[in-house]
C-alpha cells in the first residue's frame, strides 16, 4: 500500500510564477490536510479539508488554495509565489471520524522559490 | 491561538533515558500525540493520549496531565536510530493538530 504519495519530491520556482503541489492517498481517508515546516517553527497548518468537497483554512492560508473534488486527491496551489514561501510541505490525511484519528503523512516536497 | 511548548534540543547517551516535556494552552483538547521525525523524513506517529495516565509502548512511554496541560515523552534504553525531532501535537478539536515547533534529541555513543 502506498499510503500517500506527493509531487514533485523538490521544485525551484522562479518568483510570480504558479505551482501546484499533489497529494494523493489510498487509504480512504476522510480528512486530508496541508502542512508547511520551517525551521524553528514546527508544522503549521496552511489548509484541511474533513470531506470531499469541503475545505477550511487553516493557521497560515494567505497565497495558498485547496480543492477537494473526490477523497483521494488534495492538491495545493500556489497562485504566484513570494520567496516567503519556500519551505517543506507535508500533505497528511485521517480517518475523520471519532477515537485515535492519527494522521499519516507524505514525504513532503521541498520548495524552493527565487 | 494555540500555545505548545517543548524544548528546542536536548542531548543523551546511548542506552540512558530522556524525558521530553510539552507544555500546552489551547483552545480545547481532544487528545495529545507524539510525533517522531528523522531528517528529511515525514513525522511517524508515535503515541496518543487523550485521558490523565501513561501510555507505555516499548522503550517508549507517553504521559499526560489535563489539568496541568503538561505531557512528557519518555525514551528509555536510547539508541542510536532515535536521534530525531519529536513534534508534540495537541488535538484542539475535531480532527486539526497544532504543533510544537519540536524538540531535536541527539543520543552519543
Known amino acids: 500500500t502506498a499510503g500517500i504519495t506527493q509531487a514533485p519530491t523538490s521544485q525551484i520556482l522562479a518568483a510570480g510564477r504558479s505551482m501546484t503541489l499533489r497529494c494523493t492517498q489510498d487509504m480512504r481517508h476522510n480528512a486530508m490536510y496541508w502542512y508547511r515546516q520551517d525551521l524553528g517553527l514546527g508544522l503549521r497548518l496552511i489548509h484541511y479539508?474533513?470531506?470531499?468537497?469541503?475545505?477550511g483554512k487553516g493557521e497560515v492560508p494567505d497565497g495558498y488554495s485547496v480543492s477537494r473534488a473526490n477523497t483521494d486527491d488534495f492538491p495545493l496551489t500556489l497562485a504566484s509565489a513570494v520567496p516567503s514561501q519556500t519551505s517543506v510541505y507535508f500533505c497528511?490525511?485521517?480517518?475523520?471520524?471519532?477515537?485515535?484519528?492519527?494522521?499519516?503523512f507524505g514525504p513532503g516536497t521541498r520548495l524552493t522559490v527565487l | 491561538g494555540q500555545n505548545i511548548d517543548q524544548p528546542t534540543e536536548m542531548t543523551a547517551t546511548e542506552g540512558a533515558i530522556v524525558q521530553i516535556n510539552c507544555t500546552y494552552q489551547?483552545?480545547?483538547?481532544?487528545?495529545l500525540f507524539w510525533y517522531q521525525q528523522h531528517a528529511g523524513e515525514a513525522p511517524t506517529f508515535l503515541s496518543y493520549?487523550?485521558?490523565?495516565g501513561l501510555e507505555e509502548k516499548g522503550r517508549f512511554s507517553s504521559f499526560l496531565s489535563r489539568s496541568k496541560g503538561y505531557s512528557y515523552l519518555l525514551l528509555k534504553e536510547l539508541q542510536m536510530k532515535d536521534s530525531a525531532s519529536y513534534l508534540c501535537?495537541?488535538?484542539?478539536?475535531?480532527?486539526?493538530?497544532?504543533f510544537g515547533a519540536g524538540t531535536t534529541v541527539t543520543v552519543r555513543a
Open positions: 479539508s474533513n470531506t470531499a468537497g469541503t475545505t
Open positions: 493520549n487523550v485521558l490523565d
Open positions: 501535537a495537541v488535538r484542539p478539536n475535531d480532527y486539526k493538530l497544532s
Open positions: 489551547t483552545s480545547g483538547f481532544n487528545g
Open positions: 497528511a490525511s485521517s480517518e475523520g471520524r471519532g477515537g485515535h484519528n492519527e494522521q499519516f
